[in-house]
Every structure is written in structure tokens, then in C-alpha cells.
């Protein structure tokens, strides 16, 4: 594999490591750690803020495909954590049921 082949391969490899660590923090896939969904919004952000600047600092050094996906990851990450960030307002401003205690017995 030639130099230029072996950095576009390593370019999508990072992109996609940052779609999938920013998946995994907004809950939406299994830690491969862990084995469970870990829910960590701030983390999703890094991620997404990452993407965000990597396509800022390589405008115009980009392929047609490359610049196309990873304009399209980011859009499909952005609208995945609007998402999550709209549930956990609305976990926040439903109110809480009262918990209703039943009496003991004696």
C-alpha cells in the first residue's frame, strides 16, 4: 500500500473511531469494554467537536468521498445527540409522581 492509500485508510479509520466512540457515549451501542450502554453526553460531544474541527482544518485537502462522508457522519452525530439532549429535558421537566407510601401493617 502506497504513502497516499495508507493516509486515506488512516483518515476514515479515524473518523470512523470518533462515529463510533461518540455511538457509544450518546448510549445508542454497547461498550466493547464493558458490555453494556454507557451514556456519557459529554463525551458524544469531544467526539462530534473533533469531527467538527478535523473537517475545518482539512478543507480543501480532502477527496470528494472523504469529504462527503465525513461531512455526512457528522450530520447523522449531530441529529443523533439533539435527540438524546431533547429526552434528557424532558426527563428533567416531567414532573415527578408522588410516591404514594401504603401503610404498614402492625
Same mark, same amino acid.
Given at each position: 500500500?502506497?504513502?497516499?492509500?495508507?493516509?486515506?485508510?488512516?483518515?476514515?479509520?479515524? #473518523?470512523?473511531?470518533?462515529?463510533?466512540? +461518540?455511538?457509544?457515549?450518546? /448510549?445508542?451501542?454497547?461498550? &466493547?469494554?464493558?458490555?453494556?450502554? $454507557?451514556?456519557?453526553?459529554?463525551? +458524544?460531544?469531544? +467526539?462530534? !467537536?473533533?469531527? !467538527?474541527?478535523?473537517? #475545518?482544518?482539512?478543507? /480543501?485537502?480532502? /477527496?470528494?468521498? *472523504? !469529504?462527503?462522508?465525513?461531512? $455526512?457522519?457528522?450530520? *447523522?452525530?449531530?441529529?443523533?445527540? #439533539?435527540?438524546?439532549?431533547?429526552?434528557?429535558?424532558?426527563?428533567?421537566?416531567? &414532573?415527578?409522581?408522588?410516591?404514594? $407510601?401504603? &401503610?404498614?401493617?402492625?
Amino acid at each position: 500500500m502506497n504513502q497516499t492509500n495508507n493516509n486515506d485508510f488512516l483518515f476514515m479509520q479515524l #473518523v470512523i473511531q470518533n462515529q463510533q466512540l +461518540a455511538m457509544m457515549s450518546m /448510549g445508542k451501542t454497547k461498550s &466493547p469494554f464493558s458490555d453494556k450502554i $454507557e451514556r456519557n453526553l459529554e463525551y +458524544a460531544k469531544m +467526539a462530534i !467537536d473533533t469531527l !467538527d474541527m478535523l473537517l #475545518v482544518k482539512t478543507k /480543501g485537502n480532502l /477527496g470528494e468521498y *472523504e !469529504d462527503k462522508f465525513l461531512q $455526512e457522519v457528522i450530520r *447523522e452525530l449531530k441529529l443523533n445527540y #439533539v435527540d438524546e439532549v431533547e429526552k434528557d429535558k424532558k426527563i428533567e421537566t416531567t &414532573p415527578k409522581e408522588e410516591i404514594k $407510601e401504603e &401503610p404498614t401493617q402492625s
